[in-house]
């Protein structure tokens, strides 16, 4: 899988871009772009050969946006990672701390690193459409009364230096990524080895219990479910698709029975993606 | 209830106040905070009586960090209502529509109207942090070029004028809100008529078929769940807290029941509140 064409969206530096050196080493070659969506419609247009998305941060929960995408986009998981999200406070070289007056950040990051503006209330905290973004808009500027927060990776690329290491309030903060391939791309990969993970989404029918007889399917062999997610059914106010994460491999006989089962119980029903389980 | 000091986010004419009108009639007196954090805390610090906040829109889902203040902060629910989001174009009085350039509002709002601006590439879409809020700064500033998203309430508020009404792509777009008070004055309602609603958060051991066992709970009992949400536990990586509403009052002791089957199984379980069922 190496030297494929990969999207991510942020400035480079962000933490996308790490997680494609996880998933596809330091050969891949990177498309950076501002939007999610425009992210998997590159992918699903061929202009790129896969995508790398992130999908849920441990404090932050879900990434919404990009569950709905998996369903309006012809694409396939086909790899997952970890990565475990580290704040720098980051500034142009010759800006010492005591000159800080403002940080930018994407705002999921200013709000990670809450402890450090409260010790610091002389520091503004200012929403920036991107962590890497930040960085690279402080140094073209040539801001002398500004920090961004963002990766160490996002420090190098933009010749900035780093003032405050791990800036973050929770050391727990790891986002998980997704590595995309279109659909007919994303060639079945080989017999299992370790453990696998499915993605699948359905909606039931909206009748009491609906939900319970729906994950039964797994409960009853004993198929461990690692997340479910929730997200609005355009067009039925107050009806749900949900997202269903679970240990084993589609190969499974096991795993074939219970999708038959849900297939029974549900109005629709899609397999997302099967895949190693990253660390 | 009338006349309780009541907190929300965002401008007056936020849809917030309407959902305060909806609960708690004309007579409320309104005290508009920039953050929902601010709302909870105005609450427990008894500056203010009750609060209201959105918990979901039935397109862009659930509003995540009012969650997670449910459980950060001492307060009850004590009421839930629907409100139906119409979108409007609004510009300050002599304005007219091809000199609009720009318009702002909040991304949701924004988001919402993907068709009118898809057929209008020449208006440029800007984020704001209110819908309200973006009506009373055009009118402020004296914007020539530029208009706002909000509601109808705003465009009065701000002697503002509607250029296009209701341009939202879709008419399903409702927001649900809850009422809430501290919980030492959230007084038990009188017994059911009609329906009422449960609300409770609760984690599970971190072992296989852990949440279908605690959705038996309910389903064994006919208890119609309505809703599920998954939060992220904090300082858990990828464990996670579930937020349920069901169809079923605490006195029942069908409910009680199931309460007490839950908490057998729960590593913990809060009420958040018990209430008549919204329109």
């Known amino acids: 899988m190496r030297k494929l064409r990969t999207a991510f ?29 425009e992210v998997f419609r590159a992918l699903a ?35 997952e ?12 070289p010759g800006v010492r701390f005591r ?3 403002r940080v930018f950040s994407h705002p999921v990051a200013l709000n990670q690193c809450l402890e450090f503006f409260a ?17 690279k808009m402080i140094v073209k500027d040539g801001l002398d009364d500004a920090g961004a927060i963002a990766s160490s990776v996002a420090a190098s690329i933009y010749d900035a230096r780093i003032l405050r290491r791990s800036i973050e309030d929770d050391r727990h903060n790891y986002t998980r990524f997704f590595l995309l391939r279109r659909t007919k791309d994303a060639k079945r990969l080989e017999a ?14 909206n009748i009491p219990g609906a939900l319970f007889r729906a994950i039964s399917a ?28 679970f240990i084993g491999n589609l190969e499974d006989q096991r795993v074939g029975n219970a999708m038959n089962h849900l297939r029974e119980l549900a109005d629709m029903l899609r397999v997302l993606g099967c895949y190693p389980r990253g660390e």
Chains 1, 2 share one sequence.
């Open 9 to 37: 969206q942020g400035e480079p530096g962000a933490f996308s871009q790490e997680a494609v050196r996880q998933l596809l080493g330091d050969g891949a070659t990177v498309a950076p772009f501002q939007r999610f969506d």
């Open 45 to 79: 247009d061929k202009d790129v050969d896969a995508a790398v998305v992130p999908i849920e941060n441990t404090l932050a929960g879900s990434v919404h946006e990009n569950y709905d995408h998996l369903i309006e986009y012809d694409v396939r998981i086909v790899a």
């Open 81 to 92: 990672t970890n990565v475990r999200i580290v704040h720098n406070l980051i500034v142009r």
């Open 99 to 101: 000159d800080l007056r």
């Open 119 to 135: 010790a610091h209330p002389g520091i503004e905290r200012v929403p920036f459409y991107d962590t890497a973004g930040s960085v």
């Open 192 to 205: 299992p080895r370790g453990q696998w993970k499915t993605s699948i989404v359905f909606s039931t029918r």
């Open 218 to 245: 797994f409960a009853l062999r004993d198929l461990n479910l690692t997340r479910i997610e929730s997200r609005p059914l355009r067009g039925k106010p107050w009806e749900y698709l949900f997202y269903v994460d």
